[in-house]
């Protein structure tokens, strides 16, 4: 602690700003003197009438003023009648309202807390209250008394209040005991809890370095880092080394405690493989039924009538289009193998393909369904091809109470035809369940960019595919003529090829690529708010809200989404109506993306649409996609500013323009990959903004980082 801190004594007023995922909070709060402060820190979770004993320092802060900085809090009982009453009315208590908080304090007064603990009968002295009333109030206190000492129980040890509500919520009254016992289940059981949360209490607790215990969730965390890291397994040295770094211990104990997790299933040993693979067993599970899956379609071909010249140009005519010779390749193959994979970079035409076998297979009388992993994505698929498209989610029918896929072997879809695409996006987990959902009968035909970024989850499904040699596919390269004529697309293939794009002056006309060098920060900022504000709405008539994103590589820093969205919300959106309660800065007007899947209102992660209004009784309704959305106030951490997002983030989406920010401070990303996906996903106009030396490492760094995967190699060893 800092040789200044004080301790405060004060009352809640009102939360003015929450972050659920940082769990920072600023708050109002009235001290002893009764004077109203602003108080800033880990506070998430507080509420208004709540008393708090705060330990921290008064400073001055540059552009709000004075305020109380909070180093750590705990909850107290008010002291004061005006302090009961508001505690007591301020609905933390299950029962009490308003009037009836007053009722009590005029009747018991400073005693009415220790008159509901020590002496409940007493409560009938009240009008109003009877027996049953009587019982709801003294265990509505008694759980709010349980959860204060859970909390501070658990913020003692360095849980923020934001997961002490999450881990309360799943353990329940005997919180405290659950956790002392075994610590180390929170990081299996709460997501958001890892290994070093865990072992901050384990250890505090007593338990030694070498505990058994803490060793095998030292390697169930290492594998889980490697999942996070996009690896399926992770090879037994390298889990071993991994695991040492992390816990601080010889390689003895760790050797002895991975026999101990095979064991318990938890985890997987693939000896076939060279390296020793372990796998976490829900992966190991998930890689082995895709492969499966996969031979099963690769090795039942039902092939078409081969395309005679003359049904290829009934085609063409049908579709008003002329297919290039590889096209036609694509098509006439689509049709002769059960699995089938079609890639290819921007203006190659897949579209044109999709088409054209999609209006094959109807022909032959086949029930064809289409699909994406994102909800943008399906609706691109949709409008380009003029059929319905679904999320895969949806497809599948997931199932948030049960936690799985409705749609699965014992009830497979009914299409004779499966065709996903954006399929670079879709991890092993997704993919397996995708295989599972199909008759054997059925087919699959797999399009997507394998030069774009990889999943977000684990794998790399579409480069194992085509990296195995074994699966049919085509690879769509020419570039036709209207689109050429775009340095969007010249300039995509350039990056993919490791070439430097046709960066022009920024005072060029006629382009729709630009490159602005700015070498600072503050001058990046400073020259994007120029470009929102005025320059890109005035050459080219774009809605700097609507039709305009901001990507960048990172989330944190001066020049990541975070900053770059509150940035921007204060140049688009300075005056919009504050949306409380909600985790996120949020104001009405303000464009919002939708983080995790929700198919309760029907929305997908990654959705994008703009905050209208803040209806009376609390939430927010949300414009997405010509539908207007209500948003329970318990859903607006599912909200978060979407005026700027990660390039990851924006995979599956178009923009009619983007503005791609890369800069030194992105080094550790700065990939070739990493750009090329960006680009490719504006339409009408690409700003580049930045430092020319960012965008050279980008794209002379070809290297991509290697997953753990062994999908590839069985399928090579099964179809040899």
Same mark, same amino acid.
């Given at each position: ?60 802060? #540059? ?247 003359? #049904? ?226 005035? #050459? ?70 703009? #905050? ?109």
């Amino acid at each position: 602690m800092n040789q200044d801190a004080i301790n405060v004594q004060a009352v809640v007023l009102r939360v003015v700003y929450a972050d659920a995922e940082r769990g920072f909070s600023v708050v109002r709060i009235e001290t002893e003197d009764g004077e109203e402060h602003t108080c800033v820190g880990s506070l998430y979770g507080v509420q208004p009438g709540e008393s708090l004993s705060l330990h921290g320092k008064w400073v001055d802060d #540059a552009r709000f003023g004075r305020q109380f900085r909070v180093e750590s809090y705990r909850t107290v009982d008010p002291r004061t009648s005006v302090g009961i009453e508001r505690y007591l009315g301020s609905g933390l208590v299950e029962g009490i309202g308003r009037g009836l908080a007053k009722r009590l304090v005029q009747h018991f007064g400073e005693r009415t807390l220790d008159i509901i603990e020590k002496e409940p009968g007493r409560l009938r002295e009240v009008p109003g209250i009877g027996t049953s009333r009587k019982g709801k109030i003294i265990a509505a206190l008694e759980k709010q008394r349980v959860l204060r000492d859970v909390m501070v129980f658990l913020g003692s040890h360095g849980i923020s209040s934001t997961f002490a509500l999450r881990i309360f919520k799943l353990y329940g009254p005997n919180t405290i005991t659950k956790v002392r016992a075994a610590p180390y289940r929170l990081a299996l059981d709460v997501a958001g809890i890892g290994f070093r949360s865990a072992d901050g209490i384990a250890r505090s607790i007593g338990l030694e370095l070498d505990a058994p215990e803490r060793v095998e969730a030292g390697l169930l965390h290492a594998l889980g880092e490697g999942v996070d890291a996009g690896h399926v397994y992770l090879p037994r040295e390298k889990l071993i080394a991994d695991a040492q770094t992390l816990l601080e211990l010889p390689k003895e104990p760790i050797e002895a405690a991975l026999p101990r997790l095979l064991l318990s299933g938890l985890v997987v040993l693939d000896s076939a493989s060279k390296d020793e693979a372990i796998y976490l067993a829900a992966l190991y599970r998930a890689e082995t039924e895709l492969a499966d899956g996969l031979l099963q379609l690769a090795t039942h071909q039902h092939k078409l009538p081969a395309l005679a010249a003359f #049904a290829l140009a009934q085609l063409e005519t049908s579709l008003g289009i002329e297919l290039a010779e590889n096209q036609r390749e694509a098509v006439e193959r689509a049709g002769q193998n059960s699995l089938f994979v079609l890639t290819g970079g921007p203006g190659t035409g897949k579209t044109t393909v999709i088409r054209g076998i999609l209006h094959r297979l109807q022909k032959a009388k086949l029930q064809v369904e289409l699909a994406a992993p994102t909800g943008r994505a399906a609706r691109r698929l949709e409008e380009a091809t003029g059929q319905p498209a679904k999320t895969l989610h949806r497809l599948l029918e997931f199932s948030p109470r049960e936690g799985r896929f409705l749609v699965d072997e014992s009830a497979p879809l009914a299409a004779d035809v499966l065709i996903v695409d954006e399929s670079s996006m879709i991890d092993v987990f997704l993919f397996a369940a995708v295989l599972r959902a199909l008759r054997p009968s059925a087919r699959l035909i797999i399009v997507g960019d394998a030069d774009q970024l990889p999943s977000v989850g684990p794998g790399a499904v579409l480069s194992d595919l085509i990296r195995s040699g074994r699966v049919e596919t085509v690879r769509l390269e020419h570039i036709f003529r209207q689109k050429a004529a775009s340095l969007i697309v010249e300039n995509a293939h350039a990056v993919r090829r490791g070439e430097l794009p046709d960066l022009g002056s920024e005072g060029d006309k006629n382009r729709d690529f630009y490159f602005i060098h700015r070498e600072s920060p503050e001058e990046v900022l400073s020259t994007l708010q120029t470009l929102l504000t005025e320059r890109i709405p005035k #050459a080219f008539g774009f809605d700097p809200q609507r039709e305009v994103q901001v990507l960048t590589p990172m989330n944190r820093g001066p020049l990541g989404t975070a900053n770059i969205n509150r940035e921007i919300q204060g140049w688009l959106n300075p005056n919009g109506q504050p949306v409380p309660g909600a985790p996120a800065p949020l104001r009405v007007g303000d464009k919002v993306m939708q983080i995790r899947n929700n198919y309760e209102l029907e929305v997908s992660n990654g959705d994008i649409g703009r #905050a209208v209004d803040v209806p009376p009784e609390g939430g927010l309704l949300v414009e997405l996609d010509g539908r207007t959305v209500r948003y329970e106030k318990s859903d607006l951490d599912e909200l978060a500013l979407a005026y700027a997002c990660s390039i990851h983030k924006s995979q599956g989406s178009e923009f009619p323009a983007i503005v791609l920010i890369l800069h030194t401070q992105h080094f550790v990303m700065l990939r070739r990959n990493l750009v090329y996906t960006a680009i490719t996903r504006g339409k009408r106009l690409v700003v580049v903004l930045g430092s020319p030396r960012a965008l050279k490492l980008a794209v002379s760094n070809a290297r991509i980082e290697a997953r753990y995967t062994r999908l590839s190699e069985r399928l090579r060893l099964a179809l040899s």
